[in-house]
């Protein structure tokens, strides 16, 4: 069955601050063919919303679509995730192979309908080849209990499958080699949404540059999967003020995770 997408727009702008979901509600035209409709619908909430106006022209224009992973320099259509994992494991695409003690290349249920994003491994998941298995990691599972999901129930990867040495911000021409990897996986799990955790995930699906607070309060997609977007564990680490927002973050996206995944039945 085919999603309302207009419907998930104005869910979750109205779950989430009352704003611009209405009005793109009442606006997109249900005679209109559905692509055509629900990119007007995202044009209007991004003129309605008032902390996405800010943002002006510069995000109305982002694209909002990522590219089937054929399409970014190597041809992975074939592979499923067994096959994906042992060609990651030997990558060398960017520098970053030189130094890695592990590939991370994801982990947990792979027919969940929900799939959580950071951005690399660090210190102890290149180690354990694992994500997110060190401190921030650990918040992590606790967040995911706290809105109803084990573990072991949803699938978890990174932008980046190798670590950044010193735990450095991923640079553009890695994230861009490392792309296919997630965009395969997420081809074959085929979620029905998408959790962004932190800007720098949340950059790398969304191919935008805006600021992660902005982010926060809007709805996006990628290749027609809806993506919420919370901080990092690891800044919710550094910075415990912040876990008040990630928690209504969290409550917003398990709301609207409940009802994308109803009507998919
Ligand atoms: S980070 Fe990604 S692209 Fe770079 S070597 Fe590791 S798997 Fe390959």
């Given amino acids: 069955?085919?999603?309302?997408?207009?419907?998930?727009?104005?869910?979750?702008?109205?779950?989430?601050?009352?704003?611009?979901?209405?009005?793109?509600?009442?606006?997109?035209?249900?005679?209109?063919?559905?692509?055509?409709?629900?990119?007007?619908?995202?044009e209007i909430v991004m003129i309605t919303s008032p902390a996405l106006r800010s943002e002006g022209a510069a995000v109305g224009q982002?694209?909002?679509?990522?590219?089937?992973?054929?399409?970014?320099?190597?041809d992975l259509s074939g592979f499923d995730l067994a096959a994906l994992d042992a060609v990651v494991s030997k990558c060398e695409r960017c520098g970053l192979s030189g130094g890695r003690t592990r590939t991370?290349?994801?982990?947990?249920?792979?027919?969940?309908?929900?799939?959580?994003?950071?951005?690399?491994?660090?210190?102890?998941?290149?180690?354990?080849?694992?994500?997110?298995?060190?401190?921030?990691?650990?918040?992590?599972?606790?967040?995911?209990?706290?809105?109803?999901?084990?573990?072991?129930?949803?699938?978890?990867?990174?932008?980046?499958?190798?670590?950044?040495?010193g735990n450095r911000e991923p640079q553009e021409d890695e994230m861009a080699a490392c792309e296919p990897y997630l965009a395969r996986q997420l081809e074959l799990i085929r979620p029905v949404m998408i959790c962004a955790l932190g800007r720098i995930a949340a950059h790398g699906l969304l191919k935008k540059t805006t600021?992660?607070?902005?982010?926060?309060?809007?709805?996006?997609?990628?290749?027609e999967i809806p993506v919420a977007v919370t901080y990092h564990p690891a800044a919710l680490l550094r910075n415990p003020n912040l876990k008040r927002d990630a928690w209504e973050d969290l409550k917003t996206m398990r709301k609207l995770y409940d009802e994308t995944a109803r009507e998919g039945e």
Avoid at 63 to 73: A, I
Avoid at 141 to 150: C, D, R, S
Wanted: charged share 25%.
């Fill in 211 to 223: 600021a992660l607070g902005i982010l926060r309060q809007g709805m996006h997609y990628y290749n």
């Fill in 62 to 74: 982002a694209s909002l679509f990522g590219e089937p992973s054929r399409r970014r320099g190597i």
């Fill in 104 to 165: 991370v290349f994801g982990s947990g249920n792979p027919s969940s309908k929900i799939v959580f994003v950071g951005e690399a491994p660090g210190r102890e998941e290149d180690l354990q080849g694992l994500p997110f298995v060190g401190r921030a990691g650990q918040l992590l599972t606790k967040m995911l209990a706290a809105i109803g999901f084990a573990r072991e129930d949803v699938y978890i990867a990174n932008i980046l499958k190798c670590r950044p040495p």
């Fill in 1 to 42: 069955m085919e999603r309302d997408a207009l419907g998930e727009i104005r869910r979750y702008l109205l779950a989430r601050r009352g704003v611009g979901g209405e009005v793109a509600y009442r606006m997109a035209d249900a005679a209109r063919p559905a692509e055509e409709s629900r990119k007007s619908a995202r």
